[in-house]
């Protein structure tokens, strides 16, 4: 197939020449042939004209989750993917909450070959541990074999760390990606959102931030001790940021991510007791929420996500305390980032990541293999349970007003437009 996009303003910082840009574009084969003021078509090719059409290298998310296997009522692979594909996204990087968890490499072949096929590319994680449970490493280089791109006990916390330091050191003899999720599990014992005065004024046990603080301090020494590469995933206190910043100055091989959940809302958000907003780290105050969007900003947070995590009716819809952690978040990324960043910053941040993962970064230019997001930032909507694509319904941002709408993508000569 032989695509022509029409008038697409060009938005990628990393490409100055081009950036903001107003121009045609012409892929043949899957390839990037031709950027030009005017390209003539010709009648043989798809031509894409669409109102305030922009177009920016495809769109990464470093933390999706789906269901399968286990809990397909929740999601799919494959529809899991169509909603990433329909949100912008080319890439995404699978969790390992699923059941069972990916801890082998036949876990890791069976994940790929159901996406098999998807317009966006999954990249698999793999446990750190043995079923998730902490007590013995899994066979992590089996699984960077097959394809996985790092290893996480996806919100589990890595209580025990002398597992995280072999883990550091073993991964050392193949570039592995190690994660620690930044939570001390003692000190946050059962908390079910922020320790602070709301939590007080609601009756609800707390988890202090000093939980997450103690924690990377912990995981950031065993680094400086044994080397190697660290990802702190979703972050979500101005404590953390100090730390990881002293970190990278001190040249430590670290990274961390921030959800845009805690980017978006603060604890306030469950003053009624709506467990839609249950997530896990939990929504911080709103002075953790103001220095994650300046460190976002100043790039001591590598990369945003989604933190997307589909939960059935059944999981959420029941007491607060027993409502299980988790929200959406494919499908508002682009309208929530878009309002809290200018547009160069909101699609740098959302094409930031392939790198850390050891992916190969796409970009538009003569002779690239299209890899692309079309979207119109102006466009102004509110979401709503009806249009949502994904099977499970629990968004926070329901109700919300979002700016930016998805066109769709292109990969290599597919697109779902």
Not at 116 to 142: C, H, I, Q, V
Not at 177 to 187: A, N, T
Not at 347 to 365: D, K, S, V, Y
Not at 378 to 405: C, I
Request: glycine letters at 10%; proline letters at 4%; a negative charge.
């Amino acid at each position: 197939m032989t695509i022509l996009l029409k008038s697409a303003t060009i938005v990628n910082p990393k490409q100055p020449d081009l950036h903001l840009k107003k121009k045609d574009i012409l892929i043949e084969n899957g390839q990037i042939t031709s950027i030009a003021n005017r390209i003539a078509e010709d009648g043989t090719v798809k031509t894409i004209a669409l109102d305030k059409l922009h177009v920016s290298p495809g769109w990464f998310d470093s933390s999706v989750s789906f269901g399968e296997p286990g809990f397909e009522e929740r999601e799919t692979i494959k529809n899991g993917l169509k909603v990433a594909g329909k949100s912008g996204f080319t890439g995404i990087v699978l969790n390992t909450n699923t059941h069972p968890v990916p801890d082998s490499s036949g876990d890791i072949s069976y994940l790929r070959e159901t996406a098999r096929g998807s317009l966006t590319e999954l990249f698999p994680l793999g446990a750190l541990s043995r079923m998730s449970e902490g007590k013995d490493l899994a066979e992590l280089y089996d699984m960077h074999l097959c394809g996985s791109v790092g290893f996480s006990d996806y919100k589990n916390p890595t209580e025990n760390p002398n597992l995280l330091k072999m883990a550091l050191l073993y991964s050392q003899s193949f570039d592995g990606l190690v994660f620690s999720f930044p939570m001390d599990g003692q000190l946050a014992g059962q908390g079910q959102m922020h320790e602070g005065e709301v939590s007080i004024r609601l009756g609800l046990k707390g988890m202090p931030a000093l939980a997450e603080q103690l924690r990377v301090e912990r995981d950031l020494a065993i680094l400086e001790y044994t080397g190697g590469k660290l990802h702190i995933p979703t972050i979500s206190t101005e404590a953390a940021i100090t730390l990881i910043a002293g970190a990278k100055k001190k040249g430590l091989n670290v990274s961390c991510s921030v959800s845009i959940h805690n980017l978006a809302k603060t604890d306030k958000a469950l003053e009624d007791f709506d467990s839609v907003y249950k997530v896990l780290p939990p929504l911080r105050g709103s002075a953790d929420q103001k220095a994650l969007l300046k460190a976002a900003k100043s790039g001591v947070i590598d990369f945003i996500c989604s933190d997307h995590c589909p939960i059935d009716i059944e999981g959420k819809k029941q007491e607060f305390d027993r409502s299980e952690f988790g929200s959406l978040g494919l499908e508002s990324s682009f309208g929530i980032l878009n309002q809290l960043l200018d547009l160069s910053d909101c699609i740098e941040m959302l094409t930031r990541g392939r790198a850390r993962f050891g992916l190969p970064e796409p970009g538009i230019a003569v002779g690239e293999k299209a890899n692309l997001t079309l979207f119109d930032p102006e466009f102004s909507y509110t979401q709503e349970v009806d249009k949502l694509a994904s099977t499970s319904k629990n968004s926070m941002y329901l109700g919300t007003e979002l700016q930016g709408r998805v066109y769709g993508i292109i990969v290599g000569n597919r697109t779902n437009l």
